[in-house]
Every structure is written in structure tokens, then in C-alpha cells.
């Protein structure tokens, strides 16, 4: 018996809002009672490759959808199209599909230009097609939500933009080359409302400075792919989290960092192939005073470690701090920054580092090495508060041996400490034994710590 048939228009229009739009549409030819369904969806999902039919018939889909719409409210409106500009599919008939959309009130917009090609996704550095999307997109008084991805197409702005209940953005892989209207872009007089902002990989040229002011900002991350010779200056009093990943730290000048409670910075390039390290790392450790939780992943630690004048920059603790997240490596003397951080943070309770993998061949050399002087480990009660430490991709170096050392030397309220051991084939299996024998001969200042031994599948390791 079909009773969902028999139930009100209303409910049947929530039940197929749940369905994908292919399925709803599947729906609709089904069954006379189910046509109207697809009327009505305030949930448009219009996903090129998800419909697997050719360009034409993808687009002949679309305009009846939108064609039979019965004039309600669009909540969500999603577009992801190949590069178009063909005999089938060009920008005057996406432009049309977005115009459809914003007269309906739309307040969740998603526009997706994907590539068919991978090696588009590399040529940030080539000229690049300018789209324009209709400019009423730019004006839009309903939407809540905007994504925006272009494939490294330059995308062409009007004179005037303004969202004014605007509250997440989501940019990626868009050209800018305009610093005065990108820079009015990213400010309170076209965002007034912004809480989210996320910027993936978008290419900024012809800039000097990237000025970015959300007086409501909460939420900032910054992904970036290539190096870049402009500054940031960013303006944001009530930013809670800033995520920043890149090949090398970013020039960043911000009086609103006080207000942080999260902050991650990941540096994906090699500090050796520059000739000068910048003072940029420090620069923003100097005014991360309040952070809660911060990762310094990647390459950073290393950049840190290449700054003479690290050591004198930090005039007082992070009290606030909680959480530390480090990304080290298992062959560069790395110790001394780990200490100073740590003695800069009196109250930190949890620890996490990841090692970057080496080859077992430099590792045995490299294991050689004294890393550090003794006097560095007799370091006292210094993590009293430390509780839990996670230490991942360990290959068992002379230097991540001494790390954990210091650490069971210093932490007198230390429960947990789990080492997640790197696996390697070729690594025999005497060698590991003899690493985690000394690992847990080591003195432990906590009466109460236990040190968990595991492998990457998380299997538990015990040496007896």
C-alpha cells in the first residue's frame, strides 16, 4: 500500500528534499502524484558530473527544473560545472541560472568551477580567462553563505560590493589583481556581518598588501600554495581562530591577535632554500599572548630554530596556553626551541608532536649526534601541569629519545604518554626493541605516568 503517496503536499516536499536532486527528479517522472515535487525543492544541487550526461542534456536538466519552480523560497543553491565557454554550456547561461537563484532569496550559494584537467590546478602562475558573474550576486540582501570556486580564474568584481547578512565565506582558487577593490572586498563595508572567512589557495598578484577588516570576524584560515611577496594586515578584534598554511610564514601584521584562542601556523617549504630567514615567525609568536590551543606544524619549528634572536623575543609566558601542537624533525637539533617554548608555558596540560619521517640510514647517523648539553635536562618540576603527551611518527633518533627523556624528567603530574611508532620494513626488529627498552628504563619524575608503546595500526607494543 502506498501511503506515502496519500500524505500532504508539504510533507512529500520534506521527504524528497532529503533525496539527492537526481533522485528527486527520478521521482517526479514516477509517478503523477510525485510530479510536483521537484516544483517546490528549496535545496538545488545542480552537479555536472553527478548526473553523467553529456553538457547538453545536463543543461536541458536545469532550466526545466528551474523553469517548473513554483516561485518559493531557494534556501541552497549549488552549481559545480566544468570549465564552460562551449557550444553547450557558456558563462551567459550559468549567469542566468545564478540570477534565477538570487530572485528566489537564496541564502546558501555554491558556485564550483572545476577542472577536467589536474595540470589547470597548477598553472596559477598562467593568464587566466576573467569571468563575471552578474552583479546582483554581489548585493545579495538574503545570503548567509557564499562559496566560491574558480579554478584560477580572475574573477572581475563591480565598483560596489556589499553582503549585509553575509556570516561565512569560502574563497578558492580565484585570481585577485585589483588591491583596491580586493582589498574593499575583504572589509566590514562589503562584509558587515562575516563570522567565517576561509581563503584556499586563490592566487593574489600586483598587491603589496592585503588588508582583510571584519570588525565580527571570528573565524580566519589562510591556505596558500605558492610564496607571495605581499604583506597581510589583518584588522579583526573578535578573531577566535586563525589558521594560516603555506610554503613559508606569512608577512603578518595584526594588533587583533590578542584576542585569539586558537591559532595554527604550518610552513610547507624548506627554510634551507632561502638565503635569509625572516623575523616573521617570531613576529607572531610575539603576539599570540592569549592562545589556548596552538600548532606549530610543518617546517615552523625549523624557521624558529634558524632565527638568532628567537630566544630573546618572548619576554613573557603564554599563560592562556593549554595545548601545544608541534610538527619536528627527527635529524635537525630542534631540542633547544621545544625547551624555551615549554618554559614559556607554565600551564600547558596537553603536548602532541609529529615527527617528519627520515630514511633509517640517516637516522642511525644522525642518532650519533648530542644533541644537547646535560645541563638542558635538569630542568626541575617545569610542566607541572602537563598531563598527556602524544608523540607520532617516532623513529626512535638520539634526538627524540632525549625529547622524551626531558619530558618524563619534567612533568611531575604526567598520566599518559603515548609514543606511535613510525613503521618501516626495513627497520629489524632488535633495533626496535633495544629503543623501547631505554624508553622505558628512562626516570619518570610522575608516580602515576604510563607510557603507552604503539605502532601505526595501533597495535599496543610490549617488550617483555
Known amino acids: 500500500m502506498d501511503r506515502i503517496s496519500n500524505l500532504p503536499d508539504s510533507l512529500q516536499n520534506h521527504i524528497v528534499s532529503f533525496l539527492p536532486l537526481k533522485d528527486a527528479i527520478i521521482c517526479s517522472v514516477l509517478s503523477k502524484q510525485w510530479s510536483h515535487v521537484c516544483s517546490s525543492l528549496s535545496n538545488l544541487d545542480f552537479i555536472e558530473i553527478g548526473f553523467r550526461v553529456s553538457r547538453e542534456c545536463f543543461k536541458s536538466i536545469v532550466d526545466q527544473i528551474l523553469s517548473r ?178 610554503m613559508y610564514p606569512p608577512d603578518i601584521i595584526s594588533r587583533t591577535f590578542s584576542s585569539l584562542v586558537s591559532a595554527t601556523f604550518k610552513g610547507e617549504g624548506n627554510p634551507y632554500d632561502l638565503d635569509d630567514v625572516s623575523n616573521c615567525p617570531r613576529k607572531i609568536l610575539q603576539e599570540l599572548r592569549n592562545v589556548e590551543t596552538l600548532a606549530l606544524l610543518g617546517s615552523f619549528i625549523e624557521f624558529l630554530n634558524r632565527d638568532q634572536y628567537f630566544r630573546s623575543s618572548l619576554p613573557t609566558p603564554y599563560h592562556s596556553l593549554k595545548y601545544l601542537q608541534l610538527g619536528m624533525d627527527a635529524y635537525q ?51 607541572k601541569y602537563l598531563t598527556t603527551v602524544e608523540i607520532q611518527k617516532f623513529q626512535g633518533s638520539r634526538s627524540q629519545l632525549d625529547i622524551v627523556r626531558f619530558l618524563l624528567q619534567s612533568a611531575s603530574n604526567l598520566e599518559k604518554m603515548t609514543i606511535i611508532w613510525l613503521d618501516e620494513e626495513h627497520q629489524d626488529l632488535e633495533t626496535r626493541t633495544r629503543v623501547f627498552q631505554e624508553l622505558l628504563n628512562f626516570t619518570k619524575v610522575s608516580p602515576q605516568v604510563e607510557v603507552l608503546l604503539f605502532t601505526q595500526e595501533g597495535v599496543a607494543y610490549d617488550p617483555k
Open 333 to 383: 637539533n630542534q631540542g633547544h626551541e621545544l625547551i624555551f617554548l615549554l618554559r614559556n608555558c607554565p600551564n600547558i596540560q596537553r603536548l602532541s608532536i609529529t615527527y617528519h619521517p627520515l630514511k633509517t640510514t640517516c637516522l642511525n647517523m644522525l642518532s650519533l649526534k648530542e644533541y644537547w648539553p646535560c645541563k638542558e635536562f635538569l630542568a626541575g618540576d617545569l610542566l
Open 69 to 246: 519552480h513554483d516561485g518559493s523560497d531557494i534556501r541552497k543553491f549549488c552549481l559545480m560545472v566544468s570549465p564552460f565557454e562551449d557550444e553547450f554550456l557558456s558563462l551567459l547561461h550559468v549567469n542566468t541560472w545564478i540570477s534565477f537563484a538570487l530572485r528566489h532569496n537564496v541564502q546558501e550559494l555554491y558556485m564550483f568551477i572545476s577542472s577536467n584537467r589536474p595540470e589547470d590546478l597548477l598553472q596559477a602562475v598562467q593568464p587566466q580567462p576573467q569571468i563575471q558573474f552578474p552583479c546582483a550576486m554581489f548585493t545579495c540582501a538574503t545570503l548567509t553563505s557564499l562559496t566560491l570556486v574558480a579554478s584560477y580564474k580572475k574573477l572581475k568584481f563591480p565598483p560596489d560590493t556589499r553582503f549585509p547578512v553575509l556570516k561565512k565565506m569560502t574563497l578558492w582558487m580565484i585570481s585577485f589583481a585589483d588591491e583596491y577593490l580586493t582589498n574593499k572586498f575583504f572589509s566590514d563595508f562589503s562584509c558587515p556581518m562575516l563570522n567565517d572567512l576561509f581563503i584556499r589557495y586563490c592566487k593574489i598578484k600586483n598587491i603589496t598588501t592585503l588588508n582583510i577588516s571584519f570588525s565580527s570576524l571570528k573565524h580566519f584560515s589562510l591556505y596558500e600554495n605558492l610564496s607571495h611577496s605581499y604583506k597581510i594586515n589583518l584588522s579583526a578584534p573578535n578573531l577566535l581562530e586563525f589558521v594560516y598554511i603555506g
